[in-house]
């Protein structure tokens, strides 16, 4: 006499992306790509303080540093805007930042895998930053979501995706 039948069990799928075949970005690979994209941001923003901090010097030494003021606060207003513009910018053009480029992910449309319009771009980019003001919860989220989305994706409908 046969016995109930057996219940097998087979390990969940991973989840998949916005379209067949494409899969989300793994949580190693994102803060992976962030770190990196930090990095670069504060390279660059080293770098242009530096030079316009000793353009500003040199050009200071006879006006008694009255110029020298105005390029620390070129120098931080550059920095700020190139910061503000990174993400956006990358996200818009190609769905990747450097960073995300190193690690093979992209950011793309939830609903159908589509590139990111410039307004959804800076969208995203509110989301970054609420996201970090509510002491890094936004960001937390992605451990959370079954489609690895942080608030920044939820509010902008996106997600990151493995790249192809």
Request: hydrophobic share 55%.
């Amino acid at each position: 006499m046969a016995g109930p039948p057996q219940a097998t069990w087979t390990a969940p799928e991973a989840p998949t992306g916005p379209a067949p075949g494409i899969k989300f970005a793994g949580h190693g690979s994102r803060l992976g790509a962030y770190i990196i994209d930090v990095f670069i941001q504060i390279g660059v923003g080293i770098a242009v303080s530096f030079i316009v901090g000793l353009l500003f010097l040199t050009a200071s030494d006879n006006s008694g540093g009255g110029l020298a003021a105005l390029g620390v606060v070129i120098g931080v207003v550059g920095f700020f805007l190139f910061s503000l513009l990174y993400f956006p910018f990358f996200w818009a053009r190609g769905g990747q930042t450097p960073g995300m480029k190193a690690v093979e992910i992209r950011v793309v449309r939830d609903v159908d895998g589509g590139p990111l319009s410039v307004g959804t771009a800076i969208l995203r980019l509110v989301g970054f930053w609420i996201s970090a003001f509510v002491l890094y919860i936004g960001f937390a989220w992605i451990l959370v979501d079954a489609r690895r989305r942080g608030w920044a994706d939820l509010l902008a409908g996106t997600c990151v995706v493995e790249a192809d």
